[in-house]
């Protein structure tokens, strides 16, 4: 974690804020932020989008009150914004990691499809990867601050998600 917040130099009260009405999905990120230190999250928003798009999201590092300060005028902002008005299943082409034995680390970035099968899933799987930008740059995680390791990471939370939801009595979904 960076120094100033090793000090307690700054920190925000972390807000949740959701426009579509899916808490089970941000009490599915909140649970799996809690084993990560969200002092410098000012909020997490998810937002409902009206465009072609499928999906929008934005990862805001924090800002200091000037440069080489201890302290933050403002703090990581995770928005993730899904599309309200499309019917699923949602398919979207983003950089991923794409197995091959000719690397090293057996897989290399480039263009893939993203498939989720309902609404929930997008968002889910949105949040997830905005949530890796942030603990890759706040350092919280040891994987680079790329986009294919931010699909990888919000897949890897997406199956988490789909696996709880299919373990609910079908009257709890």
């Not at 960076?2 to 089970?24: A, C, N, W, Y």
């Not at 990867?129 to 603990?135: D, G, K, M, T």
Request: with cysteine; net charge positive; aromatic share 14%.
């Amino acid at each position: 974690m960076t120094e100033s917040l090793q000090k307690g130099e700054s920190r925000f009260v972390l807000s949740f804020i959701d426009k579509i009405s899916m808490p089970h999905v941000l009490g599915f990120i909140r649970s799996k932020l809690t084993n990560y230190d969200t002092q410098l999250v000012e909020w997490i928003k998810l937002l409902p989008l009206n465009k072609k798009a499928i999906l929008h999201g934005c990862c805001s590092y924090p800002i200091r009150v000037k440069p080489r300060s201890r302290r933050y005028k403002q703090g990581y902002r995770l928005r993730a914004s899904v599309n309200v008005e499309l019917a699923p299943p949602y398919t979207y082409m983003h950089w991923g990691r794409i197995p091959s034995s000719n690397y090293k680390q057996g897989w290399y970035s480039g263009a893939m499809d993203f498939r989720f099968d309902d609404l929930d899933e997008c968002a889910v799987h949105t949040l997830a990867h905005e949530c890796f930008h942030f603990l890759s740059h706040s350092k919280q995680v040891k994987y680079k601050n790329t986009e294919a390791n931010a699909n990888w990471w919000a897949d890897q939370w997406t199956q988490e998600f789909k696996q709880d939801q299919s373990d609910l009595p079908s009257g709890d979904i």
